[in-house]
């Protein structure tokens, strides 16, 4: 008795748990309300900051000038 106990029961949860597993992976309706949906962009800028760019660029590259002018006391060893 014990031993068709036992058996129905592990059938009994063979036959189950695939169909719960398979309950929970199911797909919302894309028509529900609740379904999240991107945030839509904010306001776009019509002028870049080109300004800050460009004085960036220039305050870089001067520093990259300035430091190839900068004599370097070598020459006795060359």
Request: avoid cysteine.
């Amino acid at each position: 008795m014990k031993k068709q106990f036992l058996g129905a029961t592990v059938l009994a949860a063979a036959l189950i748990a695939p169909a719960t597993m398979a309950h929970a992976q199911t797909q919302p309706n894309p028509n529900d309300l609740t379904q999240l949906r991107p945030p839509s962009p904010g306001k776009q800028d019509s002028e870049a900051p080109i300004a800050l760019s460009m004085l960036t660029a220039l305050v870089i590259v001067g520093l990259v000038v300035t430091a190839n002018l900068i004599a370097s006391n070598r020459s006795h060893q060359d």
